[in-house]
């Protein structure tokens, strides 16, 4: 057995440090969005009251050797959140490598302590896990009760409100509710604080979540104010109020302002730490640490994993071909009027990251067709194919009129494609279908081409290709140019 407890704490600092050097552009992604004005602004606040919550339950650990069972449970867990934190690397999804970051951190720290780590440290890590970037689902019914309270509230002192999705209209002005006026950053930070005035005043378990949900509660009240006061402010004033200009900085003060009435609650209605401190003085003494440690077979099973983790997250993405480029076919049914150029004088698409982006123009009887191509010859974090920031159209200059798929008959590589309807002006139309190409993978399916991605990787062949038809017509008849555009596509994947 491994008695000594410097050596068994340095051990799991060491692992610590390897799992973070390894995920340090995770952790980048994570200091990012706490350094934003978005919903984890938070963050770097919420971090040092994580610290400090650890620092105080640093006693509080009880340590004793694993049972084989024990272990092998957080073996099992570190592996899968390995295999996890691998798949969310090649597939470059960031939400999901920030949770498989967390995942490893605690499965590790499980490895070298067992179900005393978790008792010890549960509420710093909830806290940390509160602040982690990773709530964005919550954005979406939050968001949409926002809209609906921006609708209604004005609609009570006599302001009509229309709403088309998640813009809302007055006489004065239209007010958007993006994902960023959802209110999650309100309701990150009061779920923060609820623990935290858990922890701090001695509640139980029951009486913490009482007091979770009403500063749940009073967070989304908050925003739903922020938002009425903004469209009712910004009506009257025709958009040139400040709070309007700055909404965020006038949201923030609002919450703080609806902060004071939770701060009295949790003094007067949420406070049993004098009754706590009666009797902590016996629990301390019931929880001195008597460490024995893990053996040494389990900790030679941990590094091991750990080394292997390592050398297949840096080595699986080492390997592709720098050559890769898609192999444009030769279409006998069209002329191509233009090969191969950097750039089109009319057509601005964006694949950041891409390590080659071409455009090929064809013609058959007067219709023309445009063809963008942008090749990666690997995909890394924001360096990708499938990315927030990338667009096929300018949307200064574009409007988007429709998003669909386009179905394609008798072909053996894609059923349907995904197009995109946009218009610049009354009598100038454009459709635009687009698809992706990974390893041989003919897809339209965002979800199916992450998939292919991870399958390219493991092969060592991560080449990966967007491709885009574009067609101008004049608007008046979209299922001529819709069946021209499928004909082009059949053709292209079928030459």
Known sequence: MVGNNKILNSAALISLLVICVVNSSVLVTIFDEWNSDGPYSHGFLGIIVVCYVFYLQRKKLHIKSLSITEYLFGFCCLAISFCVALIAQLSSIQ????????????????????????????????????????WSLMQLPLRELSTAAGQWG??????????DQYRLSTAGGMFDVEPACSGLGFFLVAALLAFCVGYFNKLSTKRTLTFLAI????????????????????????????????????????????????????????????????TQESIDSEQV?????????????????????????????????????????????????????????????YSQGASKERFFY?????????????????????????????????????????????????????????????QRSQAR????????????VFTSDKKRAKLAEVQAALVGEPGATLIAVALDYDGQNSALAEKKLSEFIHSYLNP
């Open 154 to 163: 004005p609609e009570l002192i006599g302001i009509v409100v229309g709403r």
């Open 215 to 278: 500063c749940l509660a009073i967070s989304i009240v908050a925003n739903w104010l922020r938002i009425i006061i903004i469209i009712v402010v910004g009506t009257f004033t025709e958009m040139q109020h400040f709070i309007v200009q700055d909404h965020l900085t006038f949201g923030w003060i609002v919450f703080a302002v609806c902060l004071i009435p939770l701060i009295y609650i949790a003094r007067v209605y949420f406070d049993d730490s004098q009754k706590a401190n009666n």
């Open 429 to 440: 139309y454009r459709m635009i279908a687009s698809w992706y190409v990974i390893n041989g």
């Open 289 to 349: 640490s008597t460490t024995t440690g893990v053996s040494k077979t389990q900790s030679i099973a941990t590094f091991a994993l750990l080394a292997l983790f390592v050398t297949a997250f840096y080595w699986i993405p080492s390997r592709f071909n720098e050559n890769y480029a898609f192999t444009v076919p030769s279409l006998s049914n069209y002329e191509m009027a233009g090969e191969s150029k950097g750039y089109s004088p009319n057509w601005k698409p």
């Open 95 to 134: 939400q999901l490598q920030q949770l498989a970051l967390f995942s490893s951190l605690l499965s590790l720290m499980f490895c070298f302590y067992g179900w005393g780590f978790i008792k010890a440290y549960f509420t710093p890590l909830l806290l940390l896990f509160l602040i982690m970037p990773v």
């Open 362 to 422: 064809y013609v058959k009887e007067d219709v023309g067709f445009q063809v963008y191509l942008a090749d990666y010859v690997k995909q890394e974090q924001a360096s990708e194919m499938i990315f927030v920031e990338n667009y096929l159209y300018d949307d200064q200059f574009w409007h988007d009129v429709e998003d669909k798929k386009l179905p394609l008959l008798d072909n053996q590589y894609l059923q349907q494609v995904n197009l995109a309807i946009v």
